[in-house]
């Protein structure tokens, strides 16, 4: 018990420190595509910036607004960043510490359960702007999280387990990315809309909602939202790679896939424009969703074929 609960606060304390120089990452790259340098005063090149955020970030003063429902206000980002590092439980260690061999529906339970972190910060906020950017996050995460069951459900019925581990043992000779590629690239979209990021941001929406669901969060508040965001965002990196790159956890080259996949999520945000709202619910439901419904009645038939006539 003592060593699961210690290792679990090694990964913690890992993700935190992977989402600070995340942060850093996404700030550089997106200052070479805009042709400038990113942030590069705080310590050789920059290396400490994120740490000067942090301290700024934690030490600035929380302003709460008078008409806000306090108690909701204060504890949604809270309950967004413990989801977001509730979600890393379910890394597939090979030594199998927490014996998650569920560890696909508890993925698909609790990231349903983070949108309610957005939802009330922007209710709670009692402001015009953040409401607008919550309810367009909820009818964004509802609708992209259809598509990621769906792409989920054809790989439970492939491998026929619900758990990470054993994409492990099914990729040893070839990745899933040459066999489903459509798959593939729908999940990276897919994650691209469920964690709020560009093209999809309609939930912060800068350039109409000034800020959205976060405008009314400043200092300690923003800094937690903002963490829960990153975590996310490394962890569908991660689960991509466990998906469809390989997922071989012990060897370097698991991390540096990790880190091309977390690039690609800064080089979308640097290269395309807002998606139309309206678009962004055809895409899904129009175009994404008869796809993979297609691709699991595929699985179906293709499992009931093996059983019936190979096996």
């Known amino acids: 018990m003592i060593y699961t609960i210690v290792v679990m606060l090694i990964l913690v304390i890992m993700v935190m420190v992977g989402v600070a120089f995340l942060t850093l990452m996404e700030r550089k790259v997106l200052g070479y595509i805009q042709v400038r340098k990113g942030p590069n005063k705080v310590g050789f090149l920059g290396i400490l910036q994120p740490f000067s955020d942090a301290i700024k970030l934690f030490t600035k003063e929380q302003i709460n607004p008078l008409l806000s429902n306090f108690i909701m206000y204060y504890f949604s980002p809270i309950i967004s960043l413990f989801l977001a590092l509730l979600l890393w439980l379910n890394f597939p260690f090979l030594m199998n510490i927490m014996s998650m061999n569920l560890s696909i529906m508890l993925f698909l339970v609790i990231s349903s359960l983070s949108v309610y972190g957005v939802i009330v910060a922007g209710w709670s906020s009692n402001s015009k702007y953040s409401m607008l950017g919550s309810i367009r996050a909820i009818a964004q995460s509802i609708s992209y999280e259809v598509s990621l069951s769906l792409i989920m459900l054809s790989f439970m019925l492939l491998i026929s387990s619900y758990s990470f581990i054993d994409f492990y043992y099914y990729q040893c000779k070839i990745w899933f990315l040459f066999l489903m590629f459509p798959l593939c690239m729908m999940w990276f979209v897919s994650s691209l809309a469920e964690t709020n990021r560009t093209p999809f941001d309609f939930a912060e929406g800068e350039s109409e909602l000034v800020s959205g669901f976060n405008i009314e969060y ?94």
């Open 218 to 311: 400043s200092g300690g508040g923003f800094a937690l939202i903002f963490l829960a965001e990153y975590a996310n965002i490394l962890f569908m990196s991660m689960l991509f790679v466990v998906m469809f790159l390989g997922s071989d956890m012990f060897s370097l080259m698991f991390y540096l896939k990790l880190v091309f996949i977390s690039f690609m999520f800064i080089w979308v945000r640097g290269t395309l424009p807002r998606y139309r709202y309206d678009k962004l619910m055809n895409l899904c439901w129009k175009s994404f969703l008869p796809v993979s419904l297609n691709f699991l009645f595929f699985f179906i038939g293709l499992k009931l074929f093996l059983m019936n006539f190979i096996i």
